[in-house]
């Protein structure tokens, strides 16, 4: 019985191979029979011509050939464009046995020459964000225009920044398309260049925009919507848009990742005027605000209904709020009291760990603060001028300085994590955006002193590849985008 569904499987597949290939046979004989009607066309329309001009040639009298001047020449100019020289490409068919029939149950493929001016390359983006990337599509056909798989290996290459050229991947989709992914990395502009036989596809090189550091500044200063009064801080929410504490406008103002305006979120119930210091986002899409004012935590839905508030007895000066995803705690760094406080998801006091100084565990004026996936809790210790690393126990582990390849960066302000592998740091002297592995070594500056940092603050991520890094400008008084 196994034997028998083999065979039945094989002449399945045999017949699918015939009835392509009768197919393929049915479109030449089509194509053959087309051209040889223009050409009979043609040879006819040459005969009727080549008769009318030996006619009047023979028995035509003066008056009749300047008369008939005009429509000879239209006609002599009209053989003259005629294409005598028929199209008839050869193309070869070869069949390409499949070594491993029993694990994809296919005998082979035919494969076809193709026609290098039909083939064509899709989907080429206009610009790439630095580590995004995009798949770009090769289809290949015939002189007739079909699509057709090739003889002829498909090749790409990129062309590295010191000009030389580098190999990369083309997936054949069995069709007659091919997928080749380009990735923006730190070049200018991506070159790729795509061959099919050794010979360039028509259009190549493609040349790609890749679009690194500052991306899109988003608002002005002002009160009115889409407008700040010195942001301190970002938050993205469950929607991907960006949340801002806007301090001097008193309020949390909501826009989406292109700037459009879509909320504004008001607390006016407290006793003093809300001034948002920070606000941190948590998984269930609940708003943690820092109220500096009233010197609280305020905690809200996404349409800014209150769930409760907490920690006025205990906080001063509060800077940063950062929430761990290990235990749900809120972490709150208070200059004032040169430490970093912790309560519960509900408010609960727990714990402050920290001390005024400038030894081990120690701060002065902690800013921001961020907790990773472990628990591992690290503080932007803004007058020490370095980043304090904790475990979840508040055991120091580390700290380093903000120092990079542009220069002596201090005074941290704003702090993010990235999938536990890098840290990205707002700085005061000069003003900057920093990015660095966990362990403290510097990777790269991503602003440049044109994008116009001015007293940058708070710092959020999105969560898409790659990331865009949002930050709260506020001696700017808008949010700056980079990648």
Known sequence: MKAEEIIKKIKKEEQRLIDLLKLNYKTKIKNASILIDEMELNHGNIKSACSYIETLMHHGNAAQLLSTK????????????????????????????????????????????????????????KQLLKGD???????????????????????????????SWEDINVADNGDGTHRVTVAGRSYEKYQVTMTIGDTQIPGCPVMIPVIKGLLKTIGSQGSAEGQYSNPWSVAINKDRDIVTADTLNNRLQITNLKGKFKKILKFEQFEKTFSPHDIHISRDNTYYSLDNNNKQVVVSDENGHVIRYFGQNELKDTRGIGISPVDGNIYV??????????????????????????????????WGVVIGSTGMVFVADF?????????????????????????????????????????????????????????????????????????????????????????????????????
Request: charged letters at 25%; glycine letters at 8%; one cysteine or more.
């Open 70 to 125: 005009g429509d000879v020449c239209t006609r002599i100019k009209e053989l003259i464009l005629i294409e005598t020289m028929a199209n008839t490409e050869h193309e070869d068919l070869t069949f390409t046995p499949n070594d491993q029939y029993s694990e994809h149950e296919i005998l082979g493929i035919i494969k076809s020459d193709v026609c290098m001016s039909k083939c064509t390359v899709e989907n080429i983006p």
């Open 133 to 163: 990337s995009a798949d770009l599509l090769i289809t290949t056909r015939d002189s007739t225009g079909k699509q057709v798989i090739p003889k002829q290996q498909v090749k790409a290459k990129v062309r590295k920044p010191d000009a």
């Open 333 to 366: 760094t208070d200059c004032g009291g040169h430490c970093v406080r912790v309560y519960t998801p509900y408010g609960k006091y727990l714990r402050s760990f920290g001390s005024e100084g400038t030894g081990r565990g120690q701060f002065h004026c902690p």
């Open 383 to 483: 007058n020490n001028l370095h980043i304090q690393v904790f475990d979840a126990r508040d055991k120091y582990l580390y700290s380093f300085d903000c120092h990079s390849g542009d220069g002596d960066m201090r005074c941290p302000k704003g702090i993010a994590i990235e999938n536990d592998k890098y840290v990205y740091v707002t700085t005061e002297i000069p003003c900057s955006l920093l990015k660095f592995e966990v362990s403290g070594k510097f990777v790269c500056r991503i602003d440049s002193d044109s994008d116009g940092l001015n007293w940058p603050t708070g710092i959020a991520l999105t969560d898409d590849v790659p990331n865009r890094v949002v930050v709260a400008d506020w001696g700017s008084n808008c949010i700056k985008v980079f990648v």
